[in-house]
């Protein structure tokens, strides 16, 4: 299920953002509700929730707002629990706030307001799209983004469009896939009494108003990206699991993985870097970013990827029942996981 924080405060804002997101949310297979920022705190329970978008505003995230602590703590039970994520301009900025710091924002030199065209890098959240010509509006910029954040979109007047955190399903977009001809309109009206200095920032570059159909597939994509992440020596674990582990929660997720998994051997799964499914109710799990064990593991994972052959990446989950049969010899199994507490109950 989607939660959908709506930041904005004008009223017909609010409206016209909510209108919006129905119109891209109503052919995808999604229930989802809305709720405004300022509310958070009456949210009643976030479990239930898989994905969440975080919409723009007409603040600013330099500044501190009274929403700013429950909006931060419902990232970090996303992040924590490995949920996928879209911030949009200042959801993006929001997300750079709390997961790196309020230093890494800054009032850009450049403002944006209008239709762009941004440049995209190959990342499953831009599957299918084109070239994309998408609505602009920000004073606000994000930069100077450390390794855990890449880069994914840009464009001449902003060099971080877009970002994923951490190879996980978390994404920020500066620009708003959202809007359209209408949207823009109206919100050239209100910066045209606001701003001075409108006309300067004022962008169009909207030469066909067909490109903008395909910004909708950033929501399916979005939608369609709760795929299971794996740190590579899980792999092992999976198939010698038989229903034992370090507590109730963590067995009933670790159930719910292995099944899927089972159930279904060709769906695509991520191998990534760090924590993943598996380790959302690991009592060694260190607030999602990392492992009480990190040095051990990270080992771990680096010779399960040497002995398969493989890098961090999506592959068909029955493509790596492969690598394991064909390279995971008795004596890689002991390299492996020879100093594992789980050893003799796996072996």
Request: net charge negative; hydrophobic share 35%.
């Amino acid at each position: 299920m989607l939660l959908i924080l709506n930041c904005l405060i004008e009223e017909k804002s609010v409206n016209d953002f909510n209108k919006a997101m129905a119109k891209h949310l109503e052919d995808l297979p999604v229930e989802y509700d809305i709720f405004r920022v300022r509310d958070a705190k009456s949210i009643p329970d976030l479990s239930k929730y898989t994905h969440l978008i975080i919409s723009g505003s007409g603040a600013s995230t330099l500044d501190d707002n009274s929403w700013d602590e429950d909006l931060k703590n419902i990232i970090l039970h996303f992040v924590k629990n490995q949920k996928a994520i879209l911030g949009i301009c200042y959801g993006h900025q929001f997300l750079v706030k709390t997961l790196l710091g309020v230093e890494h924002i800054r009032k850009t030199a450049n403002p944006e307001i209008g239709f762009a065209k941004i440049d995209i890098a190959d990342n499953e959240l831009f599957k299918g799209i084109d070239a994309p010509i998408c609505c602009v509006a920000h004073y606000d910029e994000v930069f100077d983004l450390n390794e855990d954040f890449r880069v994914i979109a840009r464009n001449r007047n902003c060099s971080v469009h877009a970002f994923q955190y951490k190879d996980l399903p978390i994404w920020g977009t500066q620009f708003h896939p959202e809007y359209g001809v209408k949207d823009v309109e109206d919100m050239g009206d209100e910066f045209s009494k606001e701003d001075p200095k409108f006309k300067e920032h004022f962008i169009n570059e909207l030469d066909n108003r067909d490109k903008l159909f395909q910004n909708k597939l950033i929501f399916r994509n979005f939608i369609n990206s709760s795929k299971i992440h794996l740190r590579p020596h899980h792999l092992l674990c999976i198939q010698s699991y038989i229903g034992k582990g370090y507590s109730e929660e963590f067995v009933e997720n670790m159930d719910t993985v292995v099944r899927s998994l089972r159930e279904n051997k060709d769906q695509i799964i991520r191998i990534i870097e760090g924590n993943d499914h598996v380790c959302k109710y690991c009592p060694h799990n260190i607030d999602g970013a990392k492992c009480e064990s990190d040095e051990k593991v990270i080992t771990m994972d680096k010779k399960v990827l040497e002995h398969l052959e493989i890098a961090p990446g999506e592959y068909t989950y029955s493509y790596l029942l492969e690598r394991l049969k064909e390279k995971l010899t008795e004596e890689a199994f002991q390299d492996i996981c020879g100093d594992c507490e789980w050893y003799d109950l796996c072996h």
